[in-house]
């Protein structure tokens, strides 16, 4: 069965300090990765996707996400955060035409 | 602007009241999926659709139906709606190629009673 793991309900960290928000996944096949975020109240919004090629992928607003076939995993990290960054996070995956959602990263990131 | 658009917003009904929730995009997209989000278990996919006419269920089909009859449009029909469809309701469309990225409408918060 697809699925896809966040094993973190929250993060904290400080302004200024790097983020990792973390993401496992099980899919057969090439799975196609993606980085949400949510604000309150509103919809997601797409940060970065991994289809093939280099693992290390670059994003909006500064985020980027590693990808490690042996662990499949594809964490979401930015060097330096900003308060502005707090919001939900969502890992997914694309297989064949369904997608699969982890179940959300509250990240807070204090002054 | 591209954009994904949903209606209602906010909707407050009573169980076993039929009701539907549109969905409309303008990015010419093929694929388009709605998913509900409940507090701890992310976003589930409720019904996708590549195309018009075409139409297949996602993880959570139970109680909905879709449509499709137009590339632009694809409403969720809640024809007896029950406390357990309580939730956040998610319209996103894509290109159909392989890897394209979903696009989501503002979101429906949808609350049974």
């Known amino acids: 069965a697809q699925s896809v793991a966040q094993p973190e309900d929250q993060v904290n960290v400080a302004e200024g300090n790097p983020l990792t928000v973390k993401c496992t996944y099980s899919v057969s096949g090439n799975p196609y990765l993606f980085w949400y975020v949510q604000y309150p109240n509103r919809g997601l919004q797409f940060l970065l996707k991994?289809?093939?090629?280099?693992?290390l992928v670059k994003g909006s607003y500064g985020f980027e996400a590693e990808f490690n076939k042996s662990q499949t995993s594809f964490h979401l990290k930015k060097p330096s955060a900003l308060v502005s960054d707090s919001a939900l996070y969502f890992c997914?995956?694309?297989?064949?035409?369904?997608?699969?959602f982890g179940s959300g990263t509250k990240l807070n990131v204090k002054p | 602007e591209a954009q994904v658009t949903q209606n209602p917003r906010y909707l407050i009904t009573v169980t076993g009241k039929k009701l539907t929730v549109t969905c409309s995009q303008n990015?010419?997209?093929?694929?388009m999926s709605w998913y509900r989000q409940d507090p701890g278990l992310g976003l589930r996919q409720i019904y996708y659709?590549?195309?018009?006419?075409?139409?297949d269920k996602g993880d959570v089909p139970e109680g909905y139906k879709v449509s499709r009859k137009e590339k632009r449009n694809f409403p969720l029909i809640l024809e007896s709606p029950s406390p357990n469809q309580t939730s956040l309701y998610f319209c996103a469309s894509s290109e159909t190629q392989g890897h394209g990225e979903l696009f989501f409408g503002e979101g429906s918060r949808l609350t049974v009673l």
């Open positions: 991994y289809i093939t090629g280099d693992n």
């Open positions: 997914a995956v694309r297989a064949v035409n369904k997608f699969y």
């Open positions: 659709s590549m195309n018009v006419e075409v139409t």
């Open positions: 990015m010419n997209h093929e694929y």
